[in-house]
């Protein structure tokens, strides 16, 4: 077996990604061996893009911010944070909509699981948006919020 080898950037050590071990035993004409990779865990950012651009098409939807957050049954969901615009608001119908909205745009698995209705997004002085804070604050047990 070869060992695991990790090349994470310095910019990912900072923020202190998440990687796992991943082993695949595949057999070959030399016998039984094993295929052992790194693997970032979290959904990629391409499809944060896709879903976050495809909310911001809806006329509800001023801002979005999208982030993967663990599940016990498919491991990581789909998480999206929307502020609305002027006009709008939030509810289970609403989140409902967005969902259908952005499953007819892309495709049945890449879309949002949980809707978060929220006033304001974490971002830098830039304007960038900070989804790490968004993931430590779904990390945190819901008491201590």
Same mark, same amino acid.
Not at 50 to 73: N, S, T, Y
């Given at each position: 077996m070869s060992p695991v080898l990790r090349l994470p950037s310095p910019r990912q050590v900072e923020?202190?990604?998440t990687w796992r071990d991943v082993k *695949?035993? *595949?057999d070959g004409p030399q016998g039984h061996r094993l295929f052992a990779f790194a693997a970032r865990?979290?959904?990629?950012?391409? *499809?944060h893009y896709e879903i976050e651009d495809a909310l911001l098409k809806h006329p509800a939807v001023r801002m979005a911010a999208v982030i993967g957050v663990?599940?016990?049954?498919?491991?990581?969901? *789909?998480k999206a944070f929307i502020i609305l615009n002027a006009g709008?608001?939030?509810s289970d119908a609403l989140a409902e909509e967005l969902r259908q909205y952005v499953k007819k745009r892309l495709s049945a698995h890449a879309y949002p699981r949980e809707i978060e209705f929220v006033e304001q997004l974490p971002k830098t002085p830039s304007g960038k948006l900070q989804r790490f804070i968004?993931?430590?604050q779904e990390q945190q047990p819901?008491?201590?919020q």
């Amino acid at each position: 077996m070869s060992p695991v080898l990790r090349l994470p950037s310095p910019r990912q050590v900072e923020r202190q990604e998440t990687w796992r071990d991943v082993k *695949i035993p *595949i057999d070959g004409p030399q016998g039984h061996r094993l295929f052992a990779f790194a693997a970032r865990t979290g959904i990629p950012f391409q *499809i944060h893009y896709e879903i976050e651009d495809a909310l911001l098409k809806h006329p509800a939807v001023r801002m979005a911010a999208v982030i993967g957050v663990p599940d016990p049954v498919r491991t990581e969901i *789909i998480k999206a944070f929307i502020i609305l615009n002027a006009g709008h608001t939030g509810s289970d119908a609403l989140a409902e909509e967005l969902r259908q909205y952005v499953k007819k745009r892309l495709s049945a698995h890449a879309y949002p699981r949980e809707i978060e209705f929220v006033e304001q997004l974490p971002k830098t002085p830039s304007g960038k948006l900070q989804r790490f804070i968004l993931r430590k604050q779904e990390q945190q047990p819901q008491g201590d919020q």
